[in-house]
């Protein structure tokens, strides 16, 4: 018998191109009844290696090659034992830790691929040498040039620097009798020896591997009872409510008998920390906020009980798989966080969970073009042909395909494979013991830990994760209460803001959701405006509804809210689970609840069918949906009915969504809103710093100032790293100036304050920023973005006077005096600038829409403009400038003429029209000009037709 004992997968990055399943499938097309998986180092892929040959039936044999004492040896798990001592050295060597071979050899059978003796005492010692062993990175050898192009795209070189290397030729697969043919007798013999020492059988454990909040199960379960006891009495006020000590009762029960209880307790301890750390929480994420306990805790911010929400669709003692807890936090915090739980319970037992970067089709053809020799140019054009999650897809019929094939053989080849690990975006794991005594680990660049198994596999190992989701729009509303308490005085807690504010819903009924928590898309944008938004719950529906397949249901909803008296429920128990909603079921809950009603099932067994019902397995459903047609019809319901009910549940079941998510995020949807129409500025400010899209930058900047506010340029005393507000201006970042980056920034914000919070002076400025190292490319930057507009309007001198005069004065910084007084030397005197002509406009314009992007106007625009543009808009489809410009389109445009030039060249008549609207200006040549060009007036409001070659085709003068 024969296996292919030293295989290393794809997870043995750049070293071989084998996936698990070529591995197992090879065994199995080759009828051998074992697969080995021995990658170097690492521990990627056991436990993906394990499940699947179980499934494939296929006996695993799972080892790792390692560099021990300079021997290349190879390691293999007799059983679990050995695989454990085997996870446990790729641990070690992952987090650069030293280790004594020796300690881990209980189990392992250890081959020294060299035929070097090692001094290890060992009974499962051999040499290579003496065994049928040959390394195998691919499955036969036509991959060679596909690992070949591999080694090259790892180590960026072309693929002819690999031209002369034989190293893969011979590593592929070997089938039985390709082995018979290639080892000797004995050398086979020796080989099935060691496999009969192999019997790898992984026993998951049962029970949870968490931390312990307190020294005993006992002590955590007292300590969560006593705490939900006092928090419903303060929130009940004393008083008594069945329904909500009745449920904490319930609720309490079900956490105990899962286990659950320290897992509840550390997270309420990681959020009452962050509380009193001023880091914003969010008001809950999926469907935790269906637990009574969870708000009781602190955890969410949503009554479960008031929205109906229910338990059992987070925790069930019938679901064999346990939730966890996702907390939503503040993208500039998360770190924060997570230093805290390492800190508190042992950065041996808290670590990240690893994610894999693979290969998509585009990424893989465009790797291996580039290590080919083709052309990106042409990469790119083929790149567009390509679905990108066409993971497997047939590509044959591509349009490129025939012309470069081995391009796409190579590249398909390429496709999922590895490129590197990352740390998964929000999960974290703690467990009560050493991490790596129950999972192989790694320690990253910064120190942090991250475990070598991916998410899926961790659960059936007793570990659970814990989900941080960093949220930017929780950063973007702690940063604009900041500015409400700085500016303003006023101090806001969004926790105790009421959700019941007319001027919001009607604001919202509006469309005006430009910047706010998932609503500012344009299909959020008009159904939100179609169902006109009263309470909390309706901004829920709208997240509910607006997802693929529920899209069905929209205009029934729409409808059926508008005529709810038209409306016919199945019958009194469907009108009092659906007329919230209309009789749409918008909600997996809403399902739960008819399930019960229908079939008299508990909460708990209705979820695990609505569970199999979304999932559409048609051989569970069909006995599932038996048992539930054969309950319901017990329960009184007419077989015309229960099949009424059951095609009602199915064309839901798939689409209803997660009230208890959908009611928190509505609550983060109204926290923005609540802010951006009562403190718009302060508000709009926070949108602006975080923005990088420029498609809605220049949406937002419009918005801004059809409200009345100005957005100011740059200003050298009043930009910082974000934007900025005082009273109704609006001060971009130092961060919208290409080429600037942190350190400059820095720089200067440092040396203003060592100034005194402010330069006083143009001389000042320029001598400070030149002594800490500006540059003069920077200085002139500054300059064209508007950054010494103020100092100079102080000192009677334009934008164009600096630019000419800049170099001389900031080489003049070496002979200023004591008082910072310039100097300058008499060989290059300071140029006085008296006319701004028209071309000095148009170059100090384009300079300044090359340095910030955009063109910022310096003034609030008069309410002309936006009478006019909701006058004339319908008829004439205006575009902005910006528009025009950056997407190099034609079309009208409603702009208002600063100034005209006109003069002649060479005989001909030649007009220089500057136009100005809310998103920038544009200066246009008309050669030839004619008659009708003299009517146009200065600081008049026209309507511009603009073709691409931005020239002027037609306008016409607007009346309000």
């Known amino acids: 018998m024969f296996v292919n004992l030293w295989t290393h997968s794809f997870y043995s990055f750049s070293k071989s191109i084998l996936s698990i399943d070529d591995i197992i499938n090879f065994s199995k097309s080759n009828n051998i009844p074992y697969a080995a998986l021995t990658d170097i180092n690492v521990a990627y892929g056991n436990m993906e290696f394990y499940q699947k040959c179980l499934k494939a039936n296929i006996k695993p044999i799972i080892g790792m090659q390692i560099t021990y004492e300079k021997a290349q040896i190879l390691l293999i798990a007799k059983n679990q034992n050995g695989l454990c001592n085997i996870n446990k050295v790729s641990s070690a060597i992952n987090c650069k830790n030293d280790f004594n071979l020796s300690d881990y050899i209980s189990d392992v059978i250890l081959i020294s691929l060299e035929n070097k003796i090692l001094n290890i005492k060992t009974p499962d010692f051999y040499l290579a040498k003496e065994i049928a062993i ?68 992984v026993e998951l454990p049962k029970p949870i591997d968490f931390v312990n909040f307190t020294s005993s199960p006992e002590a955590s379960e007292s300590l969560l009872k006593n705490i939900c006891e006092l928090k419903l009495r303060d929130y009940l006020k004393n008083k008594k409510n069945s329904v909500y000590i009745e449920r904490v009762k319930y609720e309490l029960k079900v956490i105990t008998q899962m286990g659950f209880v320290d897992y509840f307790l ?24 269906g637990s009574l306990v969870a708000f009781l805790l602190d955890i969410t911010k949503v009554d479960p009980i008031k929205y109906n929400l229910l338990f059992e669709r987070f925790l069930n003692i019938e679901r064999k798989n346990l939730p966890d807890i996702d907390i939503d936090v503040p993208s500039n915090r998360r770190e924060e966080i997570i230093t805290y739980i390492s800190e508190k319970y042992g950065k041996n037992s808290v670590a990240s969970i690893v994610t894999f970067q693979r290969n998509k089709i585009k990424a893989a053809l465009k790797d291996a073009g580039r290590v080919l020799g083709i052309k990106l140019e042409l990469l790119d054009l083929i790149s567009k042909t390509l679905k990108e999650d066409e993971e497997n897809g047939d590509y044959r019929n591509n349009q490129y395909f025939e012309k470069y094939p081995e391009l796409f053989s190579i590249a398909i080849n390429l496709v999922n494979v590895p490129r590197q690990t990352g740390k998964h975006a929000a999960g ?5 013991n050493s991490l790596g005594s129950i999972v192989p680990i790694e320690q990253n660049y910064d120190g942090t830990i991250t475990t070598q198994y991916s998410m899926e596999f961790l659960e059936e190992l007793g570990v659970i994760k814990l989900d941080l989701l960093s949220l930017n729009y929780l950063a973007i509303i702690d940063h604009c209460i900041e500015l ?11 926790y105790d803001i009421t959700y019941d504010d007319t001027f919001i819903y009607q604001e919202l009924s509006q469309g005006k959701t430009l910047g706010l928590f998932q609503i500012e898309s344009y299909g959020m944008t008009s159904l939100i405006k179609k169902i006109a938004p009263k309470n909390l719950e309706d901004i829920s529906v709208v997240l509910a509804l607006y997802r693929p397949g529920a899209n069905a249901f929209l205009n029934d909803y729409i409808w059926n809210k508008k005529h709810p008296e038209k409306i016919n429920y199945i019958n009194e128990q469907f009108e009092k689970i659906l007329s919230p909603t209309y009789n749409v079921a918008v909600y997996q809950e809403q399902i739960m609840e008819i399930i019960k009603v229908v079939g008299n099932y508990s909460l708990a067994d209705a979820d695990i ?6 999932k559409k397995k048609k051989e569970e459903l069909e006995v599932q949906g038996g048992k539930f047609k054969t309950a319901a019809l ?4 007419s077989e015309s009915q229960v099949a009424k009910i059951y095609q009602f549940i199915e064309n839901f079941a798939g689409y209803g969504f997660n009230h208890s998510h959908s009611i928190a995020y509505a609550v983060i949807v109204y926290w923005t809103a609540y802010l951006k129409f009562k403190y718009p500025v302060q508000y709009l400010t926070c949108i602006l710093s975080t923005f990088n899209n420029e ?47 942190n350190e400059t920034i820095n720089k200067i914000i440092s040396i203003r304050q060592e100034a005194g919070g402010e330069f006083l002076t143009l001389n000042r400025a320029i001598a400070d920023l030149v002594k800490i190292g500006i540059t003069l490319e920077t200085l002139k930057k500054l300059c064209f973005s508007g950054c010494f507009d103020l100092l100079l309007e102080k000192e009677n001198h334009s934008r164009i006077w600096l630019v000419t005069n800049i170099e001389v004065l900031a080489k003049a910084l070496k002979t200023s005096d004591a008082y910072g007084n310039f100097i300058i030397n008499p060989g290059k005197q300071i140029q006085d600038i008296e006319n ?27 309410s002309d403009y936006y009478d006019l543009k909701s006058k004339y808009d319908e008829e004439l489809n205006f575009k902005t400038i910006e528009e025009i410009v950056s997407k190099n389109t034609s079309g009208n445009v409603l702009a208002e003429v600063v100034s005209i030039d006109k003069f002649n060249n060479a005989g001909k008549k030649i007009t220089k029209v500057f136009l100005t609207d809310t998103t920038g200006s544009l200066v246009i040549t008309i050669f030839n000009s004619n008659e009708k060009y003299d009517t146009l007036q200065v600081n008049t409001w026209y309507s511009f037709f603009i073709e691409k070659t931005n020239t002027i085709v037609d306008f016409k003068k607007l009346q309000d």
């Open 134 to 201: 040959r390394e195998s990175v691919m499955k036969d050898s036509n991959d060679t040039k596909s690992l070949k192009v591999l080694k090259a795209i790892n180590e960026n070189v072309p693929l002819s620097s690999f031209d002369k290397l034989t190293y893969f030729n011979d590593k592929y697969l070997l089938t039985s009798d390709q082995a018979n043919e290639l080892f000797t007798a004995n050398q086979l013999s020796l080989l099935e020896q060691i496999i009969d020492k192999i019997n790898l059988v």
């Open 266 to 289: 550390v997270v309420y301890d990681i959020i009452k920390w962050s509380r009193e750390q001023k880091i914003l929480i969010g008001p809950g994420r999926g469907s935790s906020a």
């Open 428 to 432: 974290i794991v703690l467990t009560s």
């Open 484 to 494: 409400i308490k700085n500016e303003l005085g006023e101090t806001i807690n969004v």
């Open 609 to 614: 069918f609505r569970r199999i019902m979304s």
């Open 634 to 637: 017990k329960n009184g319901y």
């Open 695 to 741: 498609e809605k930058t220049i949406k937002l900047i419009e918005e801004i100032r059809s409200m009345g506010y100005r957005l100011a340029l740059p200003d050298i005393n009043l930009s910082k790293d974000e934007f900025s507000s005082t009273n109704k201006t609006i001060y971009p970042s130092f961060f919208i100036i290409k080429g600037i980056g």
């Open 836 to 862: 701004i002509t028209l071309e000095s406009q148009t170059f100090l314009l384009e300079q300044q829409l090359n340095t910030i992007g955009m063109t910022f106007s310096k003034i609030i625009p008069n």
